[in-house]
């Protein structure tokens, strides 16, 4: 395998060899469904989608488990708040977040395990870790994970264990820990709050032992990749590893990979601080769904990257640029030899956008490349240098890439039967040469969505894909 991703445990950039040949088992931490998931979140799941993608477009078998948390604080909060059972809220805003992700274009993941559905995992793992010493329990019913019986602690965030923690909020129910910086794996009952009655007691699990406990449910003990956004580096990720390596006595995960921030108006996307925009509020107002996966998709996942409408507007005129090319190849027609240096053309963007992303997903360059096959097909276009069928391999190329990369229009983009008559309208129209009623339905037209172009090849439609 030639792709090379950059672990944040390790600080270097390797090949990826996956503990099983030709398959690849990968998790990413997924949301919190106690209300809709933030752009900022959604950046971590693409660039996950871009990797699973990319891994199934090279021949690999991909194993992508994605958790949903449907047990915590603000979910017991908001169900509460609701009049509602956690179920209800959870499977409410998780039909939400699924609603999200199929407008963006995530790739299903192939498992999305609930917390709540995996408690006996869960409880297994806090028993082993009690057996071994690095759990013990507070006079409330909670079970702790003991960090000064884990020394790697601190690794993955390259942090000073004595300094761990320092500022960190003490949860109320944590007060009987032994050591500020212990984490909770399992809490006490306590009265209005859901709980399971276990072998552990009555209680109901922390947040960080879920991952853990799910993803080695589904992948196994030690897997190849574990994706998320950087915030869940410390302490999520790091307690992952504590609890999964003291429990197994086997690495945990081969790669860690982190997503940086979404910045909206130069601060952090977060939602503890207000600063966030939705998903369907901003499908709501308008904004493409596929603008919205290309902002989000198209800087390389290790940097910043800063949303805005300005950076809508570009991927909007990105995508037309893709849409017009598309378009134009699809009713192209010119009778004349094949263009012999199209293939060259054609291999050697493969080879550039290939080599992009076999550089930790390199994916400004690998669109780089694939904009310079833009310009080189248009000329080609312009000066009628190649063939009908010339114009069918260079579509069937962009189709065959975007199965990375997922923003062009569906294949089989049928106008709808009101707008398809519109269309058929002005045809007639133009072939009477009534020309003020064929600009009438073009306006009609463009106010819907669709812009008609006169070309010589006849007229030809597309959606328009700019932001209101
Ligand atoms: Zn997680």
């Not at 503890?272 to 369907?280: E, K, L, P, W, Y």
């Amino acid at each position: 395998m030639s792709l090379r991703l950059r672990d944040t445990l390790s600080g270097e950039v390797r090949p990826l060899e996956p503990l099983e040949p030709g398959h690849v088992r990968i998790y990413s931490c997924g949301p919190t469904v106690y209300g809709p998931t933030h752009i900022g979140n959604f950046r971590s799941f693409l660039f996950a989608d871009l990797l699973v993608r990319y891994l199934r477009y090279r021949g690999l078998r991909v194993t992508w488990v994605m958790n949903l948390t449907d047990i915590d604080d603000k979910i017991i909060r908001g169900a509460s708040a609701a009049g509602e059972s956690i179920e209800e809220l959870a499977n409410r805003w998780i039909a939400r977040f699924l609603a999200d992700a199929d407008a963006l274009r995530m790739t299903p993941p192939d498992v999305l395990p609930r917390a709540t559905r995996h408690i006996d995992d869960i409880v297994g793992l806090i028993s082993t870790l009690e057996s071994k010493g690095h759990a013990y329990r507070t006079d409330d019913g909670s079970i702790f994970f003991r960090i000064d019986s884990w020394p790697a602690y601190g690794r993955l965030a390259r942090l000073d264990p004595d300094q761990l923690r320092v500022g960190e909020r003490v949860e109320a129910d944590e007060y009987g820990k032994d050591d500020v910086r212990d984490f909770a794996l399992w809490k006490g009952s306590k009265p209005g709050e859901p709980s399971w009655s276990t072998e552990l007691g009555e209680g109901r699990p922390g947040w960080h032992v879920e991952c853990s406990a799910m993803s080695m449910r589904h992948l196994g003990p030690s897997f190849d990749i574990h994706t998320g956004g950087v915030d869940l580096v410390f302490p999520h990720h790091e307690d992952e590893i504590a609890q999964s390596e003291a429990a197994t006595g086997l690495p945990f995960v081969r790669t860690w990979l982190h997503c940086a921030h979404l910045r909206m108006g130069g601060e952090k996307m977060a939602k503890s601080t207000g600063n966030i925009a939705r998903v369907a509020e901003l499908l709501e107002a308008g904004v493409s769904p596929r603008a919205l996966r290309y902002v989000l998709l198209a800087v390389h996942y290790r940097q910043g990257l800063d949303y805005s409408e300005t950076a809508l507007d570009a991927a909007g005129a990105a995508l037309e640029r893709l849409d017009t090319l598309l378009t134009t190849l699809e009713g192209y027609g010119e009778t004349r030899d094949d263009d012999p240096t199209l293939s060259e053309l054609l291999d050697r963007t493969r080879s550039d956008v290939e080599a992009a992303l076999d550089d930790d997903l390199n994916v400004s360059a690998a669109l780089a490349a694939l904009f310079d096959l833009v310009r080189d097909a248009n000329r080609r276009i312009a000066a009628r240098s190649i063939s009908t069928s010339d114009a069918g391999r260079i579509a069937a190329f962009l189709r065959d890439l975007d199965r990375v990369l997922g923003v062009l229009p569906a294949e089989a983009d049928a106008l709808e039967p009101e707008l398809a008559a519109l269309v058929e309208a002005r045809a007639a129209a133009r072939a009477a040469r009534d020309w003020a009623r064929s600009d009438q339905l073009r306006d009609e037209l463009a106010a819907r969505g669709v812009a008609v172009e006169d070309t010589r090849d006849g007229q030809r439609w597309r959606r328009l894909e700019s932001v209101g």
